[in-house]
């Protein structure tokens, strides 16, 4: 996301708090919590969980490993 995304998400957050509505506070907050949880990961825990799904392609092309059993993202579909 972008600088100017953030600030109108924060406008809209404060217009929400003024009016009283709560549901929409509460979506924002919880979007930010889970978005800033993840700026406090370090570089090198980052690095190791992205590379291997992302770098090589194993993901797009169906070939990850998850808890020592292959994924699939045709299994993923038929099982919604």
Same mark, same amino acid.
């Given at each position: 996301? &972008?600088?100017?995304?953030?600030?109108?998400?924060?406008? =809209?957050?404060?217009? &929400?708090? *003024?009016?009283? +509505?709560?549901?929409? *506070? +509460?979506?924002? #907050?919880?979007? /930010? +919590?889970? /978005?800033?949880? *993840?700026?406090?990961?370090?570089?090198? /825990? /980052?690095? =190791?969980?992205s590379?291997?799904?992302?770098?090589?392609?194993?993901?797009? #092309?169906?070939?990850?490993?998850?808890?020592?059993?292959?994924w699939?993202?045709?299994?993923?579909r038929?099982?919604?």
């Open positions: 996301m &972008n600088l100017d995304r953030h600030m109108d998400a924060h406008k =809209q957050l404060f217009a &929400n708090l *003024v009016k009283g +509505d709560g549901d929409l *506070v +509460d979506k924002h #907050r919880e979007f /930010y +919590d889970e /978005y800033l949880a *993840v700026m406090d990961l370090s570089a090198e /825990y /980052y690095l =190791q969980t590379k291997p799904s992302s770098s090589s392609m194993r993901c797009p #092309r169906a070939r990850m490993t998850i808890a020592a059993s292959s699939s993202p045709r299994r993923s038929a099982s919604r």
